[in-house]
């Protein structure tokens, strides 16, 4: 096994499988590092999209496949940790079924309005839901969006915020801009440009200071939601076992990856980031695993089942 290792890869290619739809946050990231881990691998790496049940069933497919280095994951906060959180069993283990090599960017969320709507802030909008329905859309039952909107309600005592949940986070967006639901709760990777352009206005982002290319959409935290402080990783992950080999190949490739000038560009368009300092190896499954407590007792508080 360590000698099949050392000689990967050698055959065919990696897949490097999204767990949800095309259009999002996975499946823009994946794309964006599979021409770069291509090359440093000199094999061709294809992304896979294995979308359904909240990026559970693209998960439990590299849980289960062989641990040999030709099928990885970009593994999410949204399933790795908030479907931990919020469903009361899932076929795998976020943890022991995954070897978790290192963390590649971070998107934070944000509550998003059409440019029309006539919630121009965030206080006339948490107003309005004290007193009438209130739609926000999110990427599915459980997922981030889905639990900062829960949060949301309860910090600002507005009942009527109501959840409508979608098959990823396109779809969400579709009818936000055909007028289906008021508002949705989506990392800002994907809505960097509709935010430029005008065409979506942004009430809030879930970092704790105010971005610099988007420095007019005030932060949660300054408008008084101090706990809506939060981001969604993307890592790179692979089933339990991996050769040591593999491990330390990837493990290495990803600070090649995420310093490349043409990517490092694509991150800031998209202002979704590595992290200051890198989260490899155990220190990125502890960070999963202190995330799995935290939203855990969120979910409890706010009773949100994904089940």
């Not at 990696?14 to 794309?31: C, M, W």
């Not at 309600?153 to 007028?179: C, F, I, K, T, W």
Request: charged content about 15%.
């Amino acid at each position: 096994m360590r000698g099949q290792g050392a000689a990967w890869p050698t055959r065919g290619s990696v897949r490097l499988v999204a767990q949800f739809p095309p259009g999002g946050l996975v499946d823009t990231i994946a794309r964006l590092m599979a021409p770069a881990m291509s090359q440093a691998l000199g094999q061709t790496v294809l992304v896979e999209n294995r979308a359904g049940a909240g990026g559970v069933i693209g998960t439990d497919y590299v849980a289960k496949a062989p641990a040999d280095g030709y099928t990885l994951l970009v593994s999410h906060a949204s399933v790795h940790v908030f479907s931990t959180a919020t469903l009361p069993s899932l076929p795998f283990d976020p943890i022991t079924d995954f070897t978790h090599m290192g963390l590649l960017v971070e998107a934070s969320n944000v509550l998003l309005v059409k440019a029309n709507s006539p919630f121009q802030t965030l206080e006339q909008y948490v107003a309005a839901a004290r007193t009438q329905p209130v739609r926000f859309g999110s990427s599915g039952i459980g997922s981030a969006p889905h639990l900062l909107g829960a949060m949301l309600s309860g910090e600002a005592n507005a009942p009527n915020l109501d959840h409508v949940p979608y098959r990823g986070s396109a779809p969400a967006l579709q009818d936000l801009m055909g007028g289906q639901i008021e508002s949705m709760i989506d990392p800002v990777t994907t809505n960097v440009q509709m935010l430029k352009d005008g065409s979506l206005r942004c009430l809030g982002i879930s970092t704790p200071q105010r971005l610099p290319a988007l420095p007019n959409i005030p932060t949660f935290a300054e408008q008084g939601f101090p706990r809506l402080t939060s981001s969604q990783w993307l890592g790179l992950s692979a089933p339990k076992n991996l050769p040591q080999p593999i491990v330390e190949r990837l493990s290495a490739l990803i600070p090649q990856a995420l310093a490349r000038p043409e990517l490092a560009a694509r991150f800031e368009d998209l202002q979704t980031m590595p992290p200051a300092t890198p989260v490899m190896g155990t220190a990125f499954t502890d960070r999963i695993k202190a995330e799995i407590t935290e939203w855990s007792a969120v979910a409890r508080r706010y009773n949100i089942s994904a089940a």
